[in-house]
Nanobody
Framework: QVQLEESGGGWVQAGGSLRLSCAAS????????MGWFRQAPGKERDFVAY????????NYADSVKGRFTISRVNAMNTLYLQINSLKPEDTGAYYC?????????????????WGRGTQVTVSS
């Protein structure tokens, strides 16, 4: 069972940037499609971005297209999320997750392994 740990969150002013990282505990990481989700205070957790095992395919929520970039380095067992042009509505806990089940990449229930999250706070 792969374990995931996010890092890189913090407090940033609107318009700023952050790079989130997600470190996997083992090399089986390369076999999992991966996703990023976020949960704003008082709201449900939402899909943010998805990347295939090879990194050749990436998909994004409409709200982050053009500002967020998901990437991975399988040799380092690490997933990234580059976040640019941050907005206050991007505030929330960001989670990385490994997708095991077949199905739509934006469905939270198809991801079986989750990190504990890293907090991103954007001030206006």
């Amino acid at each position: 069972q792969v374990q995931l740990e996010e890092s890189g969150g913090g407090w940033v002013q609107a318009g700023g940037s952050l790079r989130l990282s997600c470190a996997a505990s083992e090399s089986t990481f390369m076999y999992y499609p991966m996703g990023w989700f976020r949960q704003a205070p008082g709201k449900e957790r939402d899909f943010v971005a998805y990347i295939s095992t090879s990194g050749d395919t990436a998909n994004y929520a409409d709200s982050v297209k053009g500002r967020f970039t998901i990437s991975r380095v399988n040799a380092m067992n690490t997933l990234y999320l580059q976040i640019n042009s941050l907005k206050p509505e991007d505030t929330g806990a960001y989670y990385c997750a490994a997708k095991v089940s077949v199905g739509n990449y934006d469905r939270e229930n198809l991801y079986d392994y989750w990190g504990r999250g890293t907090q991103v706070t954007v001030s206006s």
